[in-house]
């Protein structure tokens, strides 16, 4: 069976989920994700770098929807990254792969 090459879309909050998926071992998969952050304050370098390195040749693309998944929520360096990890997945018209979208709703408890 051919391993699937997965890129986590995440906002920083939920990196324990994040790396819980990455250390289960039933899990096959070839991980195409961003462990660590891009030193750049300029966001658009910040998505090409991304594009470029993890999501091109991403086979499927995870999705992890926390509490402060929405964009105005969280931290403001990412307030704008997941929308745009999304756009690239579903509106890339020179993308050579279509990848798989997977959106995984995250535990988390309302104050």
């Not at 660590?36 to 991304?50: A, L, T």
């Not at 390195?53 to 086979?59: A, I, P, Q």
């Not at 704008?80 to 709703?105: Q, R, W």
């Amino acid at each position: 069976m051919t391993k699937h090459k997965c890129f986590i879309s995440f906002k920083v909050e939920d990196k324990a989920y994040k790396e819980k998926i990455q250390a289960n071992k039933n899990i096959d998969m070839i991980d195409k994700s961003l462990n660590e952050p891009i030193d750049s304050d300029n966001p658009d370098y910040v998505m090409q770098k991304i594009r470029d390195d993890n999501l091109k040749d991403s086979s499927v693309t995870i999705f992890l929807i926390g509490s402060v998944s929405a964009e105005i929520i969280g931290k403001k360096e990412q307030y704008y990254i997941v929308a745009v990890e999304l756009g690239h997945h579903i509106f890339d018209p020179c993308s050579k792969f279509i990848a798989n979208l997977i959106g995984l709703t995250l535990e988390f408890s309302q104050n």
